[in-house]
């Protein structure tokens, strides 16, 4: 169906009547009039809400809209498809299909960031034509119902908290019609059937306008009342993005638990959501959230004073790219996590795209495993060298030499020389770009004095730390020679990017002499051996990596604490260790055929030689071995058997 058809447009214009205080109110004859043209089959929610806001106050406010297929994937497997089993069970018997009907009458939604509806909106129609097809099923068998046909299922079964104004009466509207085009349906069964059509009491969706991480949700409904049923796509707010009122809110929820300061703000919805369902064990929920929620730190702030709710993970889809029917596509990358009481039994399942995996638990990192927690650490769990950050050096680029400044300042200063290092930020690893800076430990002022070029810059250092707001860069005022923190190895080492593509199977990393200085922007291992190459890029650590690293946006942000620290490096004899290592090393014999190829290039799914890609194949089916996995492991059962492993670490 096209966007801007007759339809969508009708559909705007009572929409932005009941917004905006048009001179026409949206009635019952008004909507019926705007049914006639619409096909149930063909009809879709536009996003009003796009139309009437801006790009700047939706991406303030985290505002996405999601699709149709997204909405499905939470609804279904949250109640969707245990409601259409239990239909099929039913529908030979008649008493039993009077209760299930009856049953489907009783249930109640909340969706807690409604926006316009979608969930809302989706949930009643799939609701609605399951109860289209009891009604029919029921008149089939049942010759005394056609003396009394009538719809149960009603909006008043539709609940809804939303900020905007605008949005709540959106997606009132959107109801409405629904329920219009719906009921259409039924008439069409009955008339078929040619029953006496009994029609219900006009209801409404309770939507309201209020902060929902303020409201209590239960005041919703009416004494002895509870939600069946908690769903939604909260907003998309990074910790470190939010407003000042949105801190506050995270802050007031998570009342009591520590580092509430690193959570983003979805993390408040699914703490009410576990909050409601402790209180009324019977209730379901299923978030859509970045899957930063599931990935380091985040985790322990989050997911621990979830569990210690009694609440556990019910299912979960990991992992997909987030598509929507606002015009615009979020840069982020999404999970579905399903949670109940721990004490309401079902059945776990883990999703990946059309396919379902039966689980016996799934912990907070989205995979089967016990339910640990990756905490971070100061100190690499098993005996292995450290790993650092490369050298900050906090200079105000003044100590940096850029690829068109090196001539230049060699020409005019040859006797500088001495003083200037290759310098390796994560661009230059990646991308094979070129940078020096001047290295001066230990050099002494005469030098200086002899150097203008050299002193020049280093006088622009001094002011510039001076100038900071932040006391210990003034205080670093005092060595303005130096970088602001210096921790560069003595000896070779292996270097990696901080921050890395998600779309590499791998992250690039390479060795590095003990004369090029790295930055704060890559990571270190100070004497590293090929052996240990050869760990780290195995398909073993990447898939470690992806399951419990940070995001900065939807990019691996490389945590030493969480993932380094806590890796579990496999026990291998010194036979195994020399297989690894020659495995390893042609890895790297054979990026060096390729001398115009940068990491970038090389680790790219699009131009990754095959030669290459091979080595690295041999080399993972190595490493799964020395961890007791099959060469073709999924990488679920490899993050599986990792979770495991660090558990029994953490026990001994």
């Excluded at 580092?259 to 408040?268: I, M, P, Q």
């Amino acid at each position: 169906m096209q966007r801007h058809s007759v339809i969508y447009e009708k559909a705007m214009i009572l929409a932005r009547n009941c917004v905006l205080g048009g001179a026409d109110p949206v009635t019952e004859a008004s909507l019926r009039e705007l049914v006639e043209s619409i096909d149930i089959d063909d009809f879709e929610l536009p996003s009003f809400a796009q139309e009437l806001m801006g790009a700047e106050e939706r991406r303030e406010d985290g505002v996405h809209f999601t699709c149709e297929e997204n909405i499905l994937n939470v609804l279904n497997p949250l109640f969707l498809d245990d409601l259409a089993r239990k239909f099929a069970l039913a529908c030979t018997d008649a008493n039993k299909l009077r209760d299930f009907h009856h049953s489907l009458a009783s249930l109640k939604f909340l969706d807690p960031a409604c926006g316009c509806g979608n969930f809302l909106l989706i949930a009643y129609r799939e609701l609605r034509c399951l109860e289209n097809r009891v009604i029919e099923e029921r008149l089939k068998i049942d010759a005394s119902y056609k003396k009394r046909c009538e719809i149960l299922v009603g909006l008043d079964q539709c609940y809804g908290i939303e900020i905007m104004a605008a949005s709540c009466e959106l997606a009132r509207v959107a109801l409405m019609l629904m329920e219009q085009i719906t009921a259409r349906e039924t008439r069409r069964i009955a008339e078929k059937f040619a029953c006496h059509w009994q029609e219900s009491a006009q209801k409404s969706a309770k939507i309201v306008k209020a902060n929902a991480l303020v409201l209590a949700w239960q005041e919703l409904l009416d004494d002895g009342e509870r939600f069946d049923y908690i769903f939604g796509n909260p907003p998309f707010i990074g910790a470190r993005l939010m407003t000042k009122g949105q801190k506050q809110d995270l802050k007031r929820v998570l009342c009591g638990q520590k580092n509430t300061g690193n959570l983003d703000y979805v993390g408040a919805w699914f703490y009410l959501a576990a909050k409601y369902m402790q209180l009324n064990n019977r209730c379901q929920s299923a978030f859509v959230a970045t899957n930063s929620i599931c990935q380091g730190e985040q985790v322990a702030n989050l997911w621990e004073p979830i569990l210690s709710l009694g609440i556990d993970i019910k299912f979960a889809q990991r992992d997909f790219k987030w598509f929507n029917d606002g015009g615009e596509q979020a840069a982020v990358h999404c999970v579905i996590v399903g949670f109940g009481a721990k004490s309401v039994a079902r059945d776990k399942f883990m999703i990946a795209g059309r396919t379902r995996k039966s689980a016996t638990h799934i912990n907070p990192y989205l995979v089967e495993g016990p339910n640990i927690v990756v905490r971070s650490r100061q100190n690499a769990i098993c005996k292995v060298a450290a790993m650092n950050f490369g050298s900050m050096p906090n200079d105000g680029g003044h100590l940096i030499i850029n690829e068109y400044e090196y001539e230049e300042f060699v020409l005019k200063e040859p006797q500088s020389l001495k003083y200037i290092r290759p310098l390796m930020g994560s661009s230059q690893l990646i991308h094979h770009k070129k940078r020096w800076c001047l290295w001066l430990v230990g050099v002494k002022q005469s030098t200086l004095r002899d150097n203008p070029l050299i002193l020049e810059r280093v006088e622009r250092v001094r002011e510039h730390r001076l100038r900071s707001v932040r006391k210990n860069t003034q205080k670093l005022a005092q060595t303005p020679t130096l970088f602001g923190e210096i921790r560069h190895p003595s000896s070779d080492y292996l270097v990696l990017p901080a921050i890395s593509s998600e779309n590499r199977q791998y992250i690039p990393m390479d060795f590095v002499d003990k004369n090029t200085i790295s930055t704060n922007t890559t990571l270190q291992i100070a004497g590293a051996s090929i052996y240990d190459f050869g760990i780290l890029t195995s398909v073993v650590h990447m898939a470690w990596m992806r399951a419990i690293c940070g995001r900065l946006e939807i990019s691996y942000n490389y945590s030493i604490q969480i993932v380094y620290n806590n890796f579990v490096w496999p026990q291998a004899d010194i036979h195994e260790k020399l297989t690894i290592t020659a495995l390893a090393q042609t890895v790297l014999d054979t990026r060096l055929q390729f001398p115009d190829m940068s990491l970038a290039k090389l680790y790219s799914p699009r131009t990754m030689p095959e030669s290459l890609r091979e080595a690295h194949r041999h080399l993972d089916r190595a490493v799964l071995e020395l961890y007791g996995l099959k060469s073709d492991a999924k990488e679920h059962e490899i993050v599986e058997k990792l979770m495991n492993l660090y558990a029994k670490h953490c026990d001994n």
